[in-house]
DNA sequence: CGGTGTGAATCTATTCACAGCA
DNA sequence: TGCTGTGAATAGATTCACACCG
């Protein structure tokens, strides 16, 4: 595999996106920015990263296209992944049908209180934050959503990286510590309102 | 103002984070290091693009480059934002007090069902769809979340545009055509999953 | 000394311009 | 002719190296 330079990762990744929910059979790199504001040079330079013909005098097979970037940026294999945090917004995930399509697997949620693992009900196994390491391993899990509270998020951290993990989507208002070559994504909303604020005001 | 490069922007953002999450009186690049991974020249270079001193033998003074970063970003002027899609996610962002603290405040919710804008118990005042233009601009609304379901989401888009909408958070699994000038930031765990698989795959 | 601040050098990404192809 | 694909040129960000300051 090649290296594929991030910013066109994160391009190619949206492009998939947009592919996916078209009906036409083929599009153009000028339609493309018309759609998403990227120039045609950048999105016929990403392109070019992957590997195969998906042109046509009539623009790029849409089908294809959106098939190769899956395919060149792993999105075709079926990944395992856990919640770790079972408030409102972690027990949340449990029953969010839309990951199963898109091939994200839950295959278990965690809590360090055991009570709230008895009550909650779920069509995913729950486990003590104690077994963590065990099930991680065991059902061979790469992703976890963090959606413990703040001060608990580098404790939690910790444990998943030691049991395996290869990827953390941080719910937490928290600068995570992480051995180099675990992948972090945070999400948060008031921290999108602030990118937009600052964004605004250095234009 | 200067324009301050997006990365170093987007790495400010996180920065002031952490720094408002810490017990110390000052902070070296050095240590900001150890925190981020980012190096410590970058991290210098980030801030010499702020204007004033907060450096000591010691290091950073935490507060005063907290202070620093906020002002420079425009993150000490209080801003206004609505939430468009009182659906499970839109609604429950009308009672996340979080917002208050951090200078954001929801001043209005809208959605197109008249009947569900009437059985919502809310805090904040809840309008039907139509009129999106007259309250955003009356209340001077500069951000919006837009939270209806994917195929509606252009249509409240471009009303929220019409409207004079600054910036948009999009949580729908589609991507916004705006005018330039219009910031739009999406947030979906499915993509974050996605972008760490990729990110996994090209490394 | 242990830190910061910053021009200069390097590395990376984007844009350009045009050759090649159906 | 209208598109893609890509080396070459430009612009931009990161890293380096060292002067400077308390």
Redesign the interface.
Known sequence: ?N??P?PS??R???LA??LD?LDVQFITSGEIE????WSSNTIRKDISYLEGSFASPAGYDREKLSGAIKT????D?P?R?CVVGLG?LGS??LNYP??AE?G?ELVAGFDSSVNRIEILRSPVPLYPAYKMAEVISRFQI??A?LCVP?EEAQHATDRLVAAGI??I?NFA???L?VP??I?V???N???????????????
């Open positions: 595999m290296p594929i991030e990762v994160e190619l990744l949206i996106r947009l929910r018309a759609r998403t504001g060149a940026l792993g999105l294999k990944q992944f409102r949340a995930y839309a990951f898109e994200y790469s992703l959503l703040p290869k990827g989507i208002p928290v600068v510590q180099e070559g992948q994504r945070n999400v909303v008031v921290d999108e309102l602030r990118a937009i604020s600052a964004t605004i005001q250095c234009s």
